[in-house]
């Protein structure tokens, strides 16, 4: 990785100053672009910067960008459970607006209002919509040694990789082939796909995509596509939900509930959930994987007091399932992917900011960090690997994280 300094600046006698060293410093998903930014109390706007309460103790501070609540909740609370255990003088949190497809300028003017603080000295997006890549080089122009760290990104890899020092995504590619063979595992004889032009225009959707096919026809599974309303389209976020509760019934019906569910975008979830719980079909995974991404709502959880206990999320799932008789036709991963990367990558920019790396790109940092989020949530091994692109190019920056599934069969440890 790069290196990475903090920048103090000494005022010594008769105005001299003397530099020290110099530092300047990618479901989320699709919005529904008639709706205003929506947020909690005491959350901020999209675009503003939450204060810090106090000055810094310490000579550097790590901002994170995500989206609002209605846009990536896990995201935006791993953000507030930063604050909360570091201290909003050493952590800030803006968000981008929930219609960042079209408002790529307001994305782009958040990042810079965080690196107009001259404390910050590194900056964590997740999730990495489109406008990432264009607000690094913007702040490059000014502070070309700002440390960035993406994860769940959704431009292209080999943009991404030559832009920010660190991304991470869920193995995508790897999920083609897990998705159905965990699909298989349940029993499933058809795997269905929901999405839709945009997201398949992404290319590590489109890349699983086609290795999902690959897998299903060695698995004697049928693939097939679905093409599900956009929710950034005239219908939004309201009328993408409605068309998966009128057509999931539907399928189950026409093909029986040895049909697994897939979709690629984070709003249809809880009701893909919801309907395929009810038709007894087979749902192997969200395509944010995780126990907080749409199960709760879609199961009637209650996790008021248990935010971040992943044991007590994993345990309510599990009896909800086995109520319906589907402990062993739904599954997700033991750790919430999203929130994994955000806090992943806050504690790898804090032990950079701190000099205990200097390589902008360390992978045994990267895995450092993963593999002290991950035993927080007793998530099991998490496997590490690079993207390789197209040509056979491994991006050594752009990481993929894979995670097992969990067998709500089996008591949960």
Known sequence: MEEYYDQKILVIMLALMMVLSVVACRGTDEPEPTSPPATEPGASEPGEVEEPTEPASDDYKIAIYTGTVSQGEEEYQAAQKMIEKYGADKIIHATYPDNFSSEVEQVIQ?????????????????????????????????????????????????????????????????????????????????????????HLGYTTIAARRQIMIETCDELGIEFMDVEAPDPTGDSGMSGAQQFIVEDVPKKIEQYGPDTAFFSTNC??????????????????????????????????????????????????????????????????????????????????????????????????????????????????????????????????????????FVDFSQPIE
């Open 110 to 198: 958040g990042v810079l209002q965080l690196a107009s603080d001259e404390s910050v000295k590194a900056i964590v997006f997740v999730q990495a919509v489109p406008g990432t890549a264009a607000a690094i080089d913007k702040v490059r122009e000014t502070n070309p040694d700002m440390l960035f760290i993406t994860g769940v990104v959704a431009e292209d890899p080999a943009v991404i990789s030559g832009k920010a020092d660190v991304s991470m995504l869920v193995d995508e590619l790897s999920m083609g082939r897990t998705i159905p063979e965990e699909a298989a595992r349940m029993g499933a004889t058809r795997l269905l796909h929901y999405s839709f032009p945009r």
């Open 267 to 404: 709003g249809l979830q809880e009701p893909l959930i919801r309907e395929v719980l009810k038709g007894g079909a087979i749902y192997p995974q969200q395509c944010c994987p995780s126990p907080y991404h749409a199960y709760p709502a879609a199961l009637n959880i209650d996790v008021t007091g248990h935010e971040g206990d992943v044991k007590f999320m994993l345990g309510a799932i599990q009896e909800k399932l086995l109520e319906a008789g589907q402990e062993g036709r739904m599954s997700t991963w033991g750790v919430p992917a999203n929130m994994l990367m955000l806090e992943a990558g806050v504690e790898y920019a804090m032990e950079f900011a701190e000099g205990v790396f200097t390589d902008r790109n360390d992978r045994a940092a990267l895995e450092r960090a993963i593999n002290k989020v991950s035993e927080d949530y007793q998530a099991g091994e998490i496997a590490l690997s690079n993207y390789v692109t197209e040509d056979d190019t491994e991006l050594d920056n752009f990481y993929l994280l894979l995670a097992p």
